[in-house]
């Protein structure tokens, strides 16, 4: 968001007639999960001032939200943290009239990452979030009127025990379930 003017805005603008959205990975509202896990530099209120920017062009925001972003965070945490990032994104697109949609991504430890690193330290203190719980946060936050989709891929980076399918609770059920969210939302 620290890259998003105005001027550039008018000047994507000017040789579309579609509708244009800025694609930007928020992570979480937490400043010490922000700084010292993930390594974002960003303060909150540099994407703050983005958000204004697209208020003033008419531009939607997706915004990348990550599900359980420290590896030491308890699944009743994880689910918190994410409903608490999700509000403070809302609210703020609201009060610059800005069409919001959440990509709500349930963390994995991705191979040969400090995260993931970790996680591994961490030992049983470690778990992959729960894909139910990830489902319930994006429900609450649909019945409010947020479009949230899930991100349901590890991209490759992770093996299979540090994504969603290792968490003890996790259930083909919830997995069909956020796949039918999703396709929900697409069309």
């Known amino acids: 968001m620290e890259f998003v003017n105005d001027e550039i805005l008018?000047?994507?603008k000017s040789k579309t007639r579609r509708k244009i959205a800025i694609l930007a990975g928020f992570e979480t509202l937490d400043p010490e999960i922000r700084s010292n896990i993930l390594g974002r530099r960003q303060d909150v209120s540099i994407f703050e001032s983005g958000i204004e920017v697209l208020g003033r062009s008419k531009t939607d925001l997706i915004a990348y939200v990550l599900y359980k972003p420290s590896p030491l965070m308890t699944d009743s945490a994880a689910r918190i943290e994410a409903s608490t990032t999700i509000d403070f994104l809302a609210a703020a697109c609201k009060r610059n009239g800005v069409n919001l949609t959440i990509r709500l991504n349930p963390m994995y430890a991705a191979t040969g990452t400090?995260?993931?690193?970790?996680?591994?330290?961490?030992g049983d203190a470690y778990s992959p979030p729960l894909l139910s719980d990830v489902v319930e946060v994006a429900k609450e936050k649909r019945a409010r009127g947020i479009p949230v989709y899930l991100g349901l891929t590890s991209e490759g980076r992770a093996t299979n025990n540090t994504?969603?399918?290792a968490h003890p609770g996790h259930t083909k059920e919830s997995l069909k379930q956020a796949i039918s969210m999703n396709m929900s939302l697409a069309g």
């Open 10 to 12: 008018n000047n994507i």
């Open 114 to 122: 400090p995260w993931h690193d970790e996680a591994m330290a961490a």
């Open 163 to 165: 994504t969603y399918k």
